[in-house]
């Protein structure tokens, strides 16, 4: 019970604004460049949200980031490609959570745990605080580097998804 209390009082205690600033108009420009360059030599179609918080009714609901991610995911419909090869960053800012949540068409090819080392690299650059768009675009690259393994371009591989990053 504690830590949920300290969840969603850190959650209460951050606001928009602080995201709003960190990923500014030009920071989303440039996760929207990243993502338009991770895309290329694979059939794969990525996506990046970020949040400030959860509202408390929402805390409720979603007692990891992990299930606010798997949310999203439907939300945004990153399900939603041909051939079900949809990733999507999630990040919660409260908790300085990262989730990559891949649709069935890449992890029935790909190990859990693949995605582990982009988020733990993503995970520390956000402990030290500093450069985090550019941080967030590495882990960008590092999904299209996975995906270009995994998934080989077909003959014809339109971009079925938007390359906008997405403030919830």
């Not at 989303?28 to 895309?39: G, K, L, V």
């Not at 675009?137 to 995906?147: K, N, P, R, Y």
């Not at 014809?156 to 997405?166: A, K, M």
């Amino acid at each position: 019970m504690a830590g949920t209390f300290a969840r969603t009082m850190k959650h209460l205690g951050t606001g928009a604004g602080v995201v709003r600033r960190r990923f500014d108009r030009k920071a989303m420009e440039r996760i929207s460049d990243a993502i338009a360059a991770a895309e290329i030599g694979h059939a794969g179609e990525v996506r990046f949200a970020v949040e400030a918080m959860l509202p408390v009714r929402a805390l409720l609901r979603h007692p990891d980031a992990r299930s606010r991610a798997i949310e999203v995911f439907s939300q945004l419909r990153v399900w939603d490609t041909q051939d079900n090869t949809g990733v999507l960053l999630y990040l919660l800012w409260a908790d300085r959570a990262i989730e990559i949540v891949a649709d069935r068409g890449i992890s029935d090819r790909l190990p859990a745990d693949v995605w582990k080392p982009p988020c733990d690299r993503l995970s520390a650059r956000l402990r030290q605080g500093d450069a985090v768009v550019e941080a967030v675009c590495e882990c960008v690259a590092a999904i299209g580097d996975i995906l270009r393994g995994a998934l080989p371009m077909a003959d014809h591989t339109p971009d079925e998804l938007p390359d906008t990053p997405v403030m919830l």
